[in-house]
Nanobody, 122 residues
Framework: QVQLAESGGGLVQAGGSLRLSCAAS????????MGWFRQAPGKERAFVAA????????NYAESVKGRFTISRDNAKNLVYLQMNSLKTEDTAVYYC???????????????WGQGTQVIVSP
C-alpha cells in the first residue's frame, strides 16, 4: 500500500515557475514508477510526465516537454515536478500516481494522490 500527498500548488503568473512535490508513504516507494497527471476545468485528466523506479528514464507530454522536469528522491520517498515557463493553459489540478511501469496511461497506475491546484494567471 502506498499513500501519496501532493503539495506545492498555488497561483503564479504566466512565465513563472512552481515545483510540485509528492510525498509517498510505504517502504516500497522505490519499486514504483511515478507519474504526474493533470485535470483542467471541464476536461478529462491527462498525462503530464512519468519516471521509472530508479529515476533513470522519464517521458513527457508534448505540451510540457522542455518546460517541465520530473525527478525523484527514493531516499526521501519524494517525486517532484519542476514547472517552468508556465502558461495559462497549465492551469489544472495536478495529481501524482504510483504504478508498475512508466506509462502515459491512467490505468497503469494503482495509487493516486488527492491533487494540488495550480493556477496560472495571464
Amino acid at each position: 500500500q502506498v499513500q501519496l500527498a501532493e503539495s506545492g500548488g498555488g497561483l503564479v503568473q504566466a512565465g513563472g515557475s512552481l515545483r510540485l512535490s509528492c510525498a509517498a508513504s510505504g517502504r516500497t516507494f522505490s519499486s514504483y514508477a511515478m507519474g504526474w497527471f493533470r485535470q483542467a476545468p471541464g476536461k478529462e485528466r491527462a498525462f503530464v510526465a512519468a519516471i521509472n523506479w530508479s529515476g533513470a528514464s522519464s517521458n513527457y507530454a508534448e505540451s510540457v516537454k522542455g518546460r517541465f522536469t520530473i525527478s525523484r528522491d527514493n531516499a526521501k520517498n519524494l517525486v517532484y515536478l519542476q514547472m517552468n515557463s508556465l502558461k495559462t493553459e497549465d492551469t489544472a489540478v495536478y495529481y501524482c500516481a504510483a504504478g508498475g511501469a512508466r506509462t502515459t496511461r491512467e490505468d497503469g497506475y494503482v495509487y493516486w494522490g488527492q491533487g494540488t491546484q495550480v493556477i496560472v494567471s495571464p
